[in-house]
């Protein structure tokens, strides 16, 4: 008998929308470069009420932007 060993979890497994610090830990980024990365449009953010959210499908694409700048 053998037991399957589960796949690691990614920090962006089933959350749609990440608060700026949860952004920031899913990045492994600090909390104000978040922020600059918002204020200058580089990192997708939008507003619920008086509530600024990262979605998880702007993380990835930050992610890939930055792959893509590293091939450059």
């Known amino acids: 008998m053998t037991s399957a ?5 990614s920090p962006l497994d089933g959350v ?3 608060r700026p610090l949860a952004a ?3 990045l ?4 104000s470069v978040i ?3 918002m204020r ?7 507003k619920q009420g008086r509530v600024r959210l990262v ?6 694409e930050y992610v890939a932007l930055l792959e ?5």
Do not use: K, N, Q
Not at 40 to 46: A, E, H, K, N, Y
Not at 68 to 72: K, Q
């Open 16 to 18: 749609a929308m990440y």
């Open 28 to 31: 492994s980024l600090s909390r």
């Open 68 to 72: 893509r700048e590293a091939a450059a």
């Open 40 to 46: 200058t449009g580089r990192l997708r953010s939008v």
């Open 5 to 9: 060993t589960p796949e690691p979890s």
């Open 35 to 37: 922020f600059d990365l």
């Open 24 to 26: 920031a830990h899913a």
């Open 55 to 60: 979605p998880a499908a702007a993380i990835r």
